[in-house]
């Protein structure tokens, strides 16, 4: 794959991005970013990590995303953001000054990368099994970690569940 296809997919993934933040609706924010992470996912493969890519696209864009929206609607988010009394005008000029900074430092990976060495496209060697080597590192020496995120995400499904039970403590759900 050429470095088209991996500037096509930058440029969605990154009009997607700017698609997340400018969301008014949640719901809307949430399709956006599964844009990313499919785009993402495409640049991986593209790039030669294609278990990488898969776990993007199905993990992230398929079920953590899903688990968002689920979220988003059980606890009844509307859109618009809150709406208090304080200074919009000075959060509004920070978050711009922030997003210019971000947006230089990309640009400036960005270009010593194009320059120097050429875009990042078909990296891994096609003689060496990615999937092997992460599932190794996965189920051997990351056990723990892998486990102890499982609990920690689960401890989270049951707290949302738990924080919206109807009747504040009685009985029933």
């Known amino acids: 794959m050429g470095e088209a296809f991996y500037w096509a997919a930058s440029i969605v993934a990154i009009g997607s991005g700017v698609g997340v933040v400018v969301a008014r609706n949640a719901v809307h924010s949430a399709i956006y970013l599964v844009v990313v992470m499919v785009s993402l996912g495409v ?3 593209g790039s030669g990590a ?3 890519g898969m776990v ?3 993990v992230y864009a ?3 995303m899903v688990l968002f929206l689920f979220v988003i609607m059980l606890l009844r988010v509307e859109g618009g953001g809150s709406r208090g009394s304080g200074n919009r005008v000075i959060g509004k000029a920070v978050g711009v000054v922030m997003g210019l900074v971000f947006m230089g430092i990309m640009v400036a990976g960005i270009v010593e990368r194009a320059v120097g060495e050429g875009v990042m496209v ?8 990615n999937t092997k080597e992460i599932g190794g590192a996965l189920f051997g020496k990351y056990v723990l970690p892998f486990e102890v995120a499982s609990i920690l ?3 989270g ?4 569940m738990v924080m919206n039970r109807k009747g504040g403590g009685k009985k029933g759900w």
């Open 122 to 129: 078909g990296v891994v060697e096609r003689g060496i099994s």
């Open 43 to 45: 640049i991986y493969i």
């Open 50 to 52: 294609e278990f990488i």
């Open 153 to 155: 995400l689960l401890g």
């Open 62 to 64: 398929g079920a953590i």
């Open 157 to 160: 499904i049951i707290g949302v």
């Open 56 to 58: 993007q696209v199905i």
